[in-house]
């Protein structure tokens, strides 16, 4: 089966025209070379194993020895590109190793079996037979189970002792797809029997989808669980979860690399035609650009959006999200197949037919965070595991600190999600917050509950007593924990259902009426099924002292909670609003803590402005502009109160707007 790359893969190098010239990288330290490490004699060894990086930074991969008979060999590598250990196999190792948890290092080679090395010191720990040959990386399931493609036409899973566990036999000769786990423990596949397959943990069919051509891609899973993956019939397949094709994009030629994901949703994929893809999550085309020569390599996306892969055309490329465009590109010595890594640093590694493992400097970004599948293998330990969606996490309260009255309005957005409605208590505190130590509190506001863009009122209250509900909202405050308000006080506050909807809270004032106000929203019942908090937005005037703008937050249940924050000053002027401010700053506290656990001033400043951008595509939020003085950052917040200190830099002041998203 050797044959397979001398008759497919070395016919297009030897069409290629390779420049004697070597490639010059720009100015600049993002692409630059670290090292180019020898994994064998010039013209014998080949890279097509895309790198591994483990926790402690060691990175560990696959070689091919064109020696008669042809062997093979692993390295690990430590992060200056000194030999940790080698391990020689009797033949080629193209498949990509994968690093457990519990320090095992497993990789398929052509002989047909699948090993097992201790990560240490690369002693091998067992071997596992599958037939003839194996090309196709091995995933990891949560439990430790080893699942990989075999030259005898089946996948197998194996226990993480070298014991079978099941296998599931297609109709093709050999399965070269590399596996991919989905949360629920799915496993997805695909065969050169033209079937993409999926299988519950136990190796039972759920379903399986034909297609037109071999396929050999591995899949990418998104957040919603839809299974992207390409074939040989020139055709990137979206699928659902229960089986369903969702849509098609047709690329020009035999697709043989896996896509993967951006932070935004964007699929990204090259194709045998020598063009690399951007398709939108719709299957609508984003853009595509040509290189010189057909791409195997899947690519890699990292935090600041830049994408990376390799071509026929040996050449290393880091695009540009937005455009496609050429950031940087490096000319290896021949074609490269290999899939590049993003270690934690943001170091890049990828080999090249060559022989040799490159090492780039990057721009402090590693793989993407948000995305659900940045990388071949979804990580840099090659898990090919989909990340479990906690779900337990809630917003049980979001509330917001600002100046109102006398012309500075204070409106709250709130987005709730779900199908039933569920109780909510909102609160328009003014004249009680001088107990809280607050020298000008407003002293009588009103609050009005209306749906986004409609002038019905669902509900309104002046002085929180007057309604003859005082002693249930006395109650649902207390069960709640929020602070108690005096018997007979001027504060407003509604007790009521709200469904799923996007619904405004604003306070009112008497006239000549100003100063401080807090509104708050409690979720009655966070754990309770029907909808929930998943977004707050103020747009408020932020003054110094006690006048800045603080909008805080309580998380509880049983999950961290995924949330982007962002503060947008500037970015009000596309909009009409005018005095805006113009150069935010935003800190967020944890508790009752004096230190920020974050700030930020100029939200694309930092490594990870591509995950910023597609996190507030996923939730809808309006884009803001590349290099502004408007704040944002995302979090993972566990359960506690946080809160969100918003003023000016050098004590400006002006108009803001504050948004707290639940992520996806």
Known sequence: MKACRGSRWLGWAALLLVSAVCASLRAQSDGSLRWAFSTGNTGVAQVASSAAVGPDGTIYVGVELNTQPGRGR????NPDASVKWQFDAPEWVDSSPAVSVDGTIYFGCWNGKLYALNAATGAKKWEFSAGTYILSSPAIGPDGTVYFGGGDS????VSPSGVAKWSYT???????????????????????????????????????VATEGQV?????????????????????????????????????????????????????????????????????????????????????????????????????????PDTGLTKWAYKTGDPVESAPVIAADGTIYIGSLDGKLYSFNGSGASASNYSRWPMFRKDSIHSGRAAELGDGGRLVNIATRAQAGNGAPLIVGLVTKGSSAKKYMIRAVGPTLSQLGLASPLGDPSLEVKPLGSEA?????????????????AATAASVGAFALPNGSKDAVVLGNLAGGLYTASVGTMPGDSGVALIEAYDTAANAPGARLVNLSTRARVGTGDGILIPGLVVGGTDPLRVLVRVVGPGLTAFGVEGALAQPTMSVFAGS??????????????????????????????PLKDGSADCAAIMTLSGGSYTIQVSGLTGTTGEALVEVYVLP
Do not use: C
Request: proline share 5%; hydrophobic share 40%; net charge negative.
């Open 170 to 208: 297609t109709g093709s000769l050999f399965v070269e797809s590399s596996p991919a786990i989905a949360a629920d423990g799915t496993v997805y596949f695909g065969a050169n029997d033209r079937y993409i397959y999926a299988l519950d943990s136990s190796g039972a069919l759920k379903w399986r």
């Open 593 to 622: 803590s004096q230190s920020p656990m974050l700030t930020n001033s100029g939200w694309s400043s930092g490594p990870f402005k591509g995950d910023i951008a597609g996190a507030a595509t996923m939730v809808g939020a309006f």
């Open 74 to 77: 692993v390295f690990a590598l």
């Open 457 to 473: 009122v669902l509900m309104t209250n002046d002085n929180w007593g007057s309604d003859g509900n005082g002693a249930e909202i």
């Open 216 to 320: 050999s891609s591995s899949p990418a899973i998104g957040v919603d669980g839809t299974v992207y993956i390409g074939s040989l019939d020139n055709r990137l397949y979206a699928i659902s979860p229960t089986g369903v094709v969702l849509w098609t994009f047709r690329t020009g030629g035999q697709i043989l690399a896996s896509p993967v994901l951006g932070a935004d949703g964007t699929i990204y994929i090259g194709s045998e035609d020598s063009n690399f893809y951007a398709v939108q999550p719709d299957g609508s085309l984003r853009w595509s650009v040509p290189v010189g020569g057909p791409i195997l390599s899947s690519a890699a996306v990292r935090g600041d959006g830049t994408i990376i892969f390799g071509s026929y055309d040996t050449r290393i490329r880091a695009l540009f």
């Open 154 to 157: 089946a996948l197998h899973a």
